[in-house]
Each structure stands twice: as C-alpha cells, then as structure tokens.
Antibody, heavy 116, light 107 residues
Framework: EVQLVESGGGVVRPGGSLRLSCTATGFNFEDYGMSWVRQVPGKGLEWVSG????????AYADSVKGRFTISRDNAKNSLYLQMNSLRADDTAFYYC?????????WGQGILVTVSS | DIQMTQSPSAVSASVGDRVSMTCRASHDITNFLVWFQQKPGEVPKRLIS???TFQSGVPSRFSGSGSGTEFTLTISSLQPEDFATYYC?????????FGQGTKVEIK
C-alpha cells in the first residue's frame, strides 16, 4: 500500500523556520517526481514546490521562492521542505504528493501555523 | 506566471443533473491541464490529465475537453458522491498553478 506521511509541522513565530519531512512507503520512491501542495483551511489548493525523481530539477511558486527549499533523499525514501522566513500567510495544511500529473498519491497533510 | 480562473466558483445541482465547469488560462497551455476532485475532509484526487485523459477508475460520466486557454469539465449525470470541489492545474509552465476551485453543492 502506498503511504506518504508528513511530519515536522507545528506552530512557529513569523520569521522562523520549520523543516517538513515526508516518508514514503509501498512504492519505489526514486521512480517518481514529488510535490508539496498547501491549502489554507477552507480555501483552495496552492502548488508550492516540485522536484524530479533524481533531485536535480526543482521548481517553486513565486510566493515561496527564495524562502523554501525542496530536497529528497532517495536512500531514505524521504522528501523534505525547508521553510525559512515564515510569514503568517504561509499558515496552511501542507500535503506531500507523488506524481500529481500521473499516478498520484497524497499524504494526509500536516498543519503549519505561523503566529506570534 | 500563468493564472488559472475557474467558473463558476460554486454551482448548486441535483442528482442526475448535467454539470459543467470551466477553467481559463491567462496564456496558451496547449493541453497541459489536470483536473482534481476534493471531497470535504479528504485529500485531492486526480481525475483527468492532458485535459481529457482519464485516471484509471474514474467513472465515465466525467469528461474533459479543451485546449489552448479554455477547458471544460463535465459531469453528465451528477451522483451523490460527486458533490465536491473541483480544481484545475496547469503544468505547461513553472510555476504550476491551480485554479481557485468550483464547488458542486446539493440543491
């Protein structure tokens, strides 16, 4: 069974940092591109960042470029999102997702709250 | 960046109704468009890729069409399990961008 489990969320003050992790099981992780997608509770979806299977291609939404960094460790079947200089409008559920253009699978999401 | 605009933002319909929704791109995205369905309390699920190619297991009452800047998702006969929010996503250019969603509500 394919599973994606996010961790590392929580409450952080504006200007602070958090590192989200996503652990993948049930499939060959290194075969797939991965994405982070976020959703403010009750609002729409926002694609945040994506990374190719080999980690050599990355892309970011304008709203997070220069502040967030996506990475992966295929040996650990893990995806990461380093979030720096966090702002109140970064508050959202963050979903780890496999291959959202194809054989998609999503984690259950983890809440990041940026508040003083 | 390419902006995606969905309309309507919400539609009220009854079981058995035909429902259509539109996604418009600010620039030509050929057919680099995906539709997702998200039910309340659930994660999104991909329905259709390449504007009209179905994900395996998606009921045939769902259909997609369009190219360039205008795309349509149609549900031919609405079922109770179809009440959800539908999002389009363009992957023609980075950054990928979602539309704001169309919520299909029970009339």
């Amino acid at each position: 069974e394919v599973q994606l489990v996010e961790s590392g969320g929580g409450v952080v003050r504006p200007g602070g940092s958090l590192r989200l992790s996503c652990t993948a099981t049930g499939f060959n992780f290194e075969d797939y591109g991965m994405s982070w997608v976020r959703q403010v509770p009750g609002k729409g979806l926002e694609w945040v960042s994506g990374i190719l299977w080999n980690g050599f291609g990355t892309a970011y939404a304008d709203s997070v470029k220069g502040r967030f960094t996506i990475s992966r460790d295929n040996a650990k079947n893990s995806l990461y999102l380093q979030m720096n200089s966090l702002r109140a409008d970064d508050t959202a559920f963050y979903y780890c997702a496999r291959d959202i253009l194809g054989d998609d699978s999503w984690g259950q999401g983890i809440l990041v709250t940026v508040s003083s | 960046d390419i902006q995606m605009t969905q309309s309507p933002s919400a539609v009220s319909a009854s079981v058995g109704d035909r429902v259509s929704m539109t996604c418009r791109a600010s620039h030509d995205i050929t057919n680099f468009l995906v539709w997702f369905q998200q039910k309340p309390g659930e994660v999104p699920k991909r329905l259709i890729s390449a504007s009209s190619t179905f994900q395996s297991g998606v009921p045939s009452r769902f259909s997609g069409s369009g190219s360039g800047t205008e795309f349509t998702l149609t549900i031919s006969s609405l079922q109770p399990e179809d009440f959800a929010t539908y999002y389009c996503l363009q992957h023609h250019s980075s950054p990928w961008t979602f539309g704001q969603g169309t919520k299909v509500e029970i009339k």
